[in-house]
């Protein structure tokens, strides 16, 4: 029993240490990864809706939107909002712009780990640019009656996609129409 | 010289995939292209010495019964570092192998190297044979890699290498692919062995 226990104790210096370590590492490291996240965020808003500044809004259900609005006028030129869904073998993730009128600018596949060869190609500007000028009632691949030509081989991916931006996309407009045209 | 001979076989002699066969779910993985199977061979190749370098040294005192639990430890937390480090500095890198980063842990090459060879060598050693069965490990994988990367995508690196009148053979990519190009790399292998 006393043996048992010492051996027990013995681990439990050695995972004492490695989580010491670890700790110190963490706090090295967490700071850049948050900052680096950040300033990937801002560069893909910034992407999507060019020249605009950008505000960001709170949805009644806790999520987040940005506003994009002309550094001058003041004039809403749009709004840009993460919309994310499981798609084949892993949560894809895209930031999408749209204009006043809910009408796609540009989407961009954030994260994904996808099938390399099949729905990692998602990522590819022959599947993103098929977005451009899309109302949300297209916004389904044309298998399920929208105008978007599914990846060869990846018709789950890119069903993915094209749901979870049309879901997000009439989300924030009923979130827009309720504030008062806000 | 005994140190050269530890780092040096690993590269064909005891290669670790070819002749070991170790470590094979990480090499079906990432093979799918060259920058990938790069950059996690050099990861795995990192922890491996640190992972030796650490049982090696800490040999004498590792009461027999638990040291696979305490080997584990140590490799999963190099492991995290290393998965630490490259979300800061690497980040591209990072996204792209993803999930397969933290699984070096389970890679066998590792706890195999720490079981077979650190926990019975000194120091010095152990780093050599960790350097030198990592460094096995990254030339495999970039190997399989370059195979698979410019049958099924036509490029290597990135880079365009098949004219553009190729069509990709998009099994080379998927896993069936990798057991395939496994198989004949293994073979060939073999063969080249068995001359000599």
């Known amino acids: 029993m006393k043996y048992y226990l010492k051996l027990g104790f013995i681990l439990l210096i050695f995972c004492a240490i490695a989580s010491g370590v670890l700790a110190y590492i963490n706090t090295l490291t967490a700071p850049i990864i948050a900052e680096r996240k950040a300033r990937e965020a801002i560069e893909t808003r910034s992407a999507l809706i060019p020249g605009a500044e950008f505000h960001e809004v709170q949805a009644s259900d806790g999520s987040i939107f940005y506003e994009a609005r002309d550094p001058e006028t003041q004039e809403i030129m749009g709004y840009t909002f993460n919309a994310s869904d499981l798609g084949y073998s892993s949560t894809v993730q895209t930031m999408v712009g749209v204009d006043p009128d809910f009408k796609v600018i540009a989407i961009r596949i954030v994260d994904q780990a996808e099938t390399p060869g099949l729905g990692a190609n998602c990522t590819s500007p022959s599947f993103t640019d098929q977005y451009k000028g899309l109302a949300i009632e297209d916004l389904y691949v044309n298998k399920d009656g929208g105008v978007i030509v599914p990846i060869a081989g990846a018709t789950i991916t890119s069903r993915c996609i094209a749901n979870s931006i049309r879901k997000k996309a009439i989300e924030v407009r009923d979130e827009i129409n309720q504030g008062g045209g806000e | ?196």
């Open chain 2, 1 to 196: 010289m005994k140190f050269t001979k530890e780092l040096t076989k690993g590269f064909v002699k005891d290669n670790p995939i070819f002749v070991l066969v170790l470590g094979l779910c990480p090499t079906l993985a990432v093979t799918t292209s060259v920058i990938n199977g790069l950059g996690m061979g050099l990861a795995a190749t990192f922890v491996l010495m640190c992972s030796n370098t650490i049982v090696s040294m800490i040999k004498n005192i590792t009461p027999p019964k638990i040291r696979i639990p305490i080997y584990i430890v140590v490799i999963a937390s190099f492991v995290t570092i290393v998965d630490m480090v490259m979300a800061a500095y690497l980040p591209a890198l990072h996204k792209s192998l993803g999930l397969f980063i933290p699984l070096i842990v389970v890679n066998c090459i590792i706890l195999g190297r720490a079981e077979a060879f650190a926990s019975k060598n000194n120091v010095l050693m152990s780093i050599a044979d960790g350097i030198g069965m990592g460094l096995g490990f990254t030339l495999s994988l970039v190997v399989i890699a370059t195979v698979r990367e410019i049958l099924g995508a036509g490029t290597w690196l990135g880079m365009r290498v098949t004219p553009l009148s190729y069509d990709p053979m998009l099994i080379a990519i998927l896993a069936p692919g990798a057991f395939i190009t496994l198989g004949f790399l293994m073979a060939l292998i073999n063969m080249i062995k068995e001359k000599k």
